[in-house]
C-alpha cells in the first residue's frame, strides 16, 4: 500500500491566495489486481479572455466571474488477466463550486 500527499499553492493577485490538496492511495492486494483511490480539490481563476474579450454581439466576456473550486473523487481498478493485456476501470465524481 503505498500513500501520496501533495499541496498546491497558487497566487493571484486579483483573487488572493489558493492551496489545494491531493491525495493518492495504491494498493495492490495480488499481483494481478491494484487500485487508485484519489482525492483532490482544484482552484481555476477566470482567464482574461473569459473576463474582458468580447466574441460577438452574443457572446462577450464577464468581469464579475469569481474562481471555481471543484472537488474530485475517482476509484481505479487495474486488472492483468494475460501477460500483454491490462484492464481498467475508472469511476470518477467531480463537484463544481462557484
Known amino acids: 500500500m503505498e500513500l501520496t ?4 499553492h497558487d497566487q493571484f493577485s486579483d483573487f488572493g491566495d489558493a492551496t489545494t490538496p491531493r491525495l493518492a492511495l495504491f494498493w495492490q492486494p495480488i499481483q494481478k489486481v491494484s487500485t487508485k483511490l484519489l482525492y483532490g480539490k482544484s ?7 473569459e473576463l474582458y474579450i468580447r466574441y ?8 464579475d466571474l469569481k474562481p471555481e473550486f471543484a472537488s474530485t473523487t475517482e476509484f481505479v481498478i487495474y486488472l492483468s488477466p494475460l501477460p500483454n493485456l491490462l484492464l481498467n ?9 462557484d
Not at 56 to 63: D, I, L, R, Y
Not at 89 to 97: K, L, P, R, S, V
Open 5 to 8: 500527499i501533495g499541496l498546491r
Open 43 to 49: 482552484f481555476k481563476a477566470p482567464s482574461f479572455q
Open 56 to 63: 460577438s454581439e452574443v457572446f462577450s466576456g464577464n468581469p
Open 89 to 97: 476501470m475508472n469511476i470518477f465524481n467531480i463537484e463544481n463550486t
